[in-house]
């Protein structure tokens, strides 16, 4: 069995199987797919209730909802499958991936014979070029949504209700990836190992924290109950609050 080292911050022995290094890449970037995909379905959704409101429920049926939701996750997985399937017929020559987490692109480069990869890259283009098609289809849309929102004070209300937050997730998971992947082609010797261990897991820390804060925050329910335990928290605060209710009321009386 081929056994890779790893900068794994969780086990003593730095060291993961090839079968195993190749089923956690597999994990990694399907999660990453599917999640660009979710953000695409969800801007495809916004568009549909702000410009096509009458239309709406027989547009994004239960039906056509759960094909999109199992769309969003099967394809990723296919395609990110084929592509490990590509790695793993590789043979590798250097056990070391400086790294906390196994990347597909680097376990390739560690190939003995770099003619053997040229499906890999292959492969690995028209993958990106997919999600990036699926980034810029989620920017038109919001374009063509602001556009629409101008001149609408209705559309601007639901927009901000709506869209924001979306775009808020969108915005966090876009800059967090941008960062690992700034971090992964231009890493530089002198940043502090921890810096690069925490800018190597926060896309996939970050994002799934702060989305129910974003969402959440959204929802009355959620909201109130989150000032209502601020507001308990606080004594002083009630007791300034509860004081000038008194007044207030003493002041009606007069």
């Given at each position: 069995?081929?056994?890779?080292?790893?900068?794994?911050?969780?086990?003593?022995?730095?060291?993961?199987?090839?079968?195993?290094?190749?089923?956690?890449?597999?994990?990694?970037?399907?999660?990453?797919?599917?999640?660009?995909?979710?953000?695409?379905?969800?801007?495809?959704?916004?568009?549909?209730?702000?410009?096509?409101?009458?239309?709406?429920?027989?547009?994004?049926?239960?039906?056509?909802?759960?094909?999109?939701?199992?769309?969003?996750?099967?394809?990723?997985?296919?395609?990110?499958?084929?592509?490990?399937?590509?790695?793993?017929?590789?043979?590798?020559?250097?056990?070391?991936?400086?790294?906390?987490?196994c990347?597909?692109?680097?376990?390739?480069?560690?190939?003995?014979?770099?003619?053997?990869?040229?499906?890999?890259?292959?492969?690995?283009?028209?993958?990106?070029?997919?999600?990036?098609?699926?980034?810029?289809?989620?920017v038109?849309?919001?374009?063509?949504?602001?556009?629409?929102?101008?001149?609408?004070?209705?559309?601007?209300?639901?927009?901000m209700?709506?869209?924001?937050?979306?775009?808020?997730?969108?915005?966090?998971?876009?800059?967090?990836?941008?960062?690992?992947?700034?971090?992964?082609?231009?890493?530089?010797?002198?940043?502090?190992?921890?810096?690069?261990?925490?800018?190597?897991?926060?896309?996939?820390?970050?994002?799934?924290?702060?989305?129910?804060?974003?969402?959440?925050?959204?929802?009355?329910?959620?909201?109130?109950?989150?000032?209502?335990?601020?507001?308990?928290?606080?004594?002083?605060?009630?007791?300034?609050?509860?004081?000038?209710?008194?007044?207030?009321?003493?002041?009606?009386?007069?």
């Open positions: 069995m081929i056994y890779l080292e790893t900068r794994d911050l969780l086990s003593p022995v730095h060291l993961i199987s090839y079968s195993g290094c190749l089923v956690q890449a597999l994990v990694m970037y399907s999660y990453v797919c599917s999640e660009l995909s979710f953000l695409a379905v969800m801007a495809y959704d916004r568009y549909v209730a702000i410009c096509r409101p009458l239309q709406y429920h027989s547009v994004m049926s239960k039906q056509r909802l759960i094909k999109l939701v199992c769309f969003s996750w099967s394809t990723p997985f296919c395609i990110i499958g084929t592509n490990i399937c590509l790695t793993s017929r590789l043979k590798l020559c250097s056990p070391y991936i400086a790294r906390l987490f990347v597909n692109w680097i376990i390739v480069t560690l190939a003995c014979f770099p003619a053997e990869t040229m499906a890999n890259s292959i492969v690995a283009y028209i993958t990106i070029l997919l999600y990036v098609s699926l980034g810029v289809f989620i038109w849309s919001y374009i063509f949504l602001i556009k629409t929102c101008v001149n609408s004070i209705e559309n601007r209300a639901k927009f209700q709506t869209c924001v937050p979306h775009l808020l997730s969108l915005i966090t998971f876009l800059f967090t990836l941008l960062v690992d992947v700034m971090n992964m082609r231009f890493s530089s010797k002198q940043i502090p190992l921890p810096l690069k261990n925490f800018v190597a897991i926060e896309f996939l820390v970050i994002p799934p924290i702060m989305n129910p804060l974003i969402y959440g925050f959204k929802l009355t329910k959620i909201r109130n109950k989150l000032s209502k335990k601020v507001y308990l928290m606080a004594p002083n605060v009630g007791l300034h609050a509860a004081r000038d209710e008194v007044l207030q009321a003493e002041m009606a009386l007069v």
